[in-house]
């Protein structure tokens, strides 16, 4: 059992150029995350779902799009990267949405440079 | 939204001393709040959590607690260890509903042999 696997784990990006994140699960979770944590800010939100086919913004979307187009993955995508998005990129999973422990994966660290 | 504070941002202690983390949420209506250790490197996990019907919860040499009048909670560790050092991050949300977490900053925790 696998849990929640990122993919990759390092990459190093120039500005304006594009990458995806992929975030896969294997406990059938419903509701996945993705989070960035920057020195002293905590995990903040960029978007969630909460099942196949579905998205939704969290406290910092801009910058970054989407996909859940099946359920045990969930894709980040930058269209044209920058300095500011310099970030550990964190996915997590749950059972339901509410009052439930969220599976983090390994984490990805991206550098915009 | 939700907002948490966490306090404080570091703390230092000996080993064998007990150690006090506390957040404050802003959101009545929140009535889960999970607890996360983060080791250097790694991903978050869930280390104990509470439910706003009670008032308390232990595991061994950790435990929360919760004020709900003044919308506070607070992990406990005793006889801490070298192995406790890691980043502690406190969480809220509503137990059902969409409902995402929100983190509070963190605190980086050092126990000194």
């Known amino acids: 059992n696998a849990g929640v696997t990122q993919t990759p784990k390092f990459r190093v990006l120039k500005t304006g150029q594009s990458m995806t994140l992929l975030c896969a699960q294997d406990m059938n979770h419903e509701y996945m995350y993705w989070y960035r944590q920057d020195p002293g800010m905590g995990l903040r939100l960029i978007h969630y779902?909460?099942?196949?086919?579905?998205?939704a913004k969290g406290e910092v979307p801009d910058g970054y799009n989407v996909s859940r187009l099946k359920k045990q993955n969930f894709l980040l995508g930058l269209e044209s990267a920058a300095p500011s998005q310099t970030s550990v990129y964190f996915c997590?999973?749950?059972?339901?949405?509410?009052?439930?422990?969220?599976?983090f994966g390994q984490g990805t660290r991206l550098t915009v440079v | 939204g939700e907002n948490v504070e966490q306090h404080p941002s570091t703390l230092s202690v000996q080993e064998g001393d007990s150690a006090v983390i506390k957040c404050t949420y802003s959101?009545?209506?929140?009535?889960?709040f999970p607890w996360y250790k983060q080791e250097l490197g790694k991903r978050p996990q869930l280390i104990i959590d509470?439910?706003?019907?009670?008032g308390e919860k232990k595991d061994q040499r950790i435990a929360v607690t919760l004020n709900k009048t003044a919308k506070h909670f607070s992990l406990h560790i005793t006889e801490t260890q070298p192995e406790d050092s890691a980043v502690y991050f406190c969480a809220a949300s509503m137990n059902s509903g969409y409902s995402t977490l929100t983190f509070g900053k963190g605190t980086m925790l050092l126990v000194s042999p």
């Open positions: 997590a999973s749950s059972y339901r949405q509410g009052g439930t422990e969220a599976f």
């Open positions: 509470i439910r706003s019907n009670v």
């Open positions: 779902s909460v099942g196949e086919g579905t998205t």
């Open positions: 959101d009545s209506a929140s009535n889960y």
